[in-house]
């Protein structure tokens, strides 16, 4: 099994919708780190979380650490086309264990 | 400044094949490490290179080997190619310091290998 499980797999969302993705860790979560990835592009940090309970917004990017879920989740408001992608989670240890990937589609 | 780059940014290889993968780290930096990204998956750690050695490595099969060069460039090989090593192939340079911390990471955009 994966250390790190992200949900949905993949997800459609109309233009303008609000949208969460999760990604839980089957061991204590130290820190997390989101990432958005596009065909062709590296991979683009968005946030970092270090501690329980922390949460941060990036324009309309919000993430949140729930350290006794062991889960964080990343939350979009009001999504544009640009936020297509995949969103990736790592866990905050030398071989960056990524999470297994949500495929964001927005759909006008 | 310029960021990671590999090369090629596409390939296709034939079973057995031996294929060779370039990267070119962030100016600065001097770690680099290397994910197989396969369809629909995270990437997967392969192997990190400090100082033109191994330093760490991945559920990787021996076939799967690197180099890091004098000006902190690297290569991955992989020899006897399978038709599951098709997959996008990430370098990720950083700070030896920097290790663990995502924002120290730049990522290139990957090799995109096709076995056949």
């Known amino acids: 099994s994966q250390e790190l499980e992200q949900s949905p797999q993949s997800l459609i969302v109309q233009e303008g919708k609000n949208l969460t993705i999760n990604c839980t860790s089957s061991?204590?979560?130290?820190?997390l780190y989101w990432y958005k990835q596009k065909y062709g592009e590296g991979l683009i940090f968005l946030m970092m979380?270090?501690?329980?309970?922390e949460e941060k917004s990036h324009e309309k990017i919000t993430a949140k650490l729930d350290e006794k879920k062991q889960q964080s989740s990343l939350h979009i408001t009001a999504s544009q086309p640009s936020h297509a992608g995949i969103y990736l989670c790592?866990?905050?240890?030398?071989?960056?264990?990524f999470g297994t990937g949500t495929r964001l589609t927005i759909i006008p | 400044d310029a960021g990671v780059t590999q090369s090629p940014t596409h390939l296709i290889k034939t079973r057995g094949q031996q294929v060779t993968l370039r990267c070119s780290p962030k100016?600065?930096?001097?770690?680099v490490s290397w994910y197989q990204q396969a369809l629909g998956q995270g990437p997967q750690f392969i192997f990190q290179?400090?100082?033109?050695?191994?330093?760490q490595r991945g559920n990787f099969p021996d076939r799967f080997s690197g180099h890091q060069f004098p000006n902190y460039s690297s290569e991955l090989n992989v020899n006897a190619l399978l038709l599951g090593d098709s997959a996008l192939y990430l370098c990720?340079?950083?700070?030896?310091?920097?290790?663990?911390f995502g924002y120290g990471y730049t990522f290139g955009s990957g090799t995109r290998l096709t076995v056949v």
């Open positions: 990720a340079s950083s700070l030896v310091e920097d290790r663990g």
């Open positions: 061991k204590t979560l130290y820190g």
């Open positions: 979380l270090q501690k329980g309970g």
């Open positions: 790592r866990l905050g240890n030398e071989k960056l264990t």
């Open positions: 100016s600065g930096h001097d770690t």
């Open positions: 290179y400090y100082e033109e050695e191994e330093r």
